[in-house]
Nanobody, 124 residues
Framework: QVQLVESGGGLVQAGGSRRLSCAAS????????MGWFRQAPGKEREFVAA????????KYADSVKGRFTISRDNAKNTVALQMNSLQPEDTGVYLC?????????????????WGQGTQVTVSS
């Protein structure tokens, strides 16, 4: 069983930055691909970014490419999402997800473990 706990959410002005973190309680963290998703009020959950178990492969949604950076620290069992140039449309609950993986990234719908999420609100 994998438990994921997100932190770092809050209120930020448009153009600002925020760094989210997700702590995983699992001994074999380096065998899991990790992802960040977000859900805005009244909208479906959407993919934001993912990183492979080694950190060598990353993928981003087009809407955040060039502004967000996903990274992981396998020694600390954490994954982070650095968000720059935030816009009001980035507002939502940000969720961390994990999926056992060999080398590549899992498909968006394949993540098995989810955190509770952390709210990010970007004011204009």
């Amino acid at each position: 069983q994998v438990q994921l706990v997100e932190s770092g959410g809050g209120l930020v002005q448009a153009g600002g930055s925020r760094r989210l973190s997700c702590a995983a309680s699992v001994r074999t963290f380096n065998t899991y691909a990790m992802g960040w998703f977000r859900q805005a009020p009244g909208k479906e959950r959407e993919f934001v970014a993912a990183i492979s178990r080694s950190g060598g492969i990353t993928k981003y949604a087009d809407s955040v490419k060039g502004r967000f950076t996903i990274s992981r620290d396998n020694a600390k069992n954490t994954v982070a999402l650095q968000m720059n140039s935030l816009q009001p449309e980035d507002t939502g609950v940000y969720l961390c997800a994990a999926q056992p993986s060999l080398l590549d990234l899992p498909a968006v719908g394949q993540y098995s473990y989810w955190g509770q999420g952390t709210q990010v609100t970007v004011s204009s």
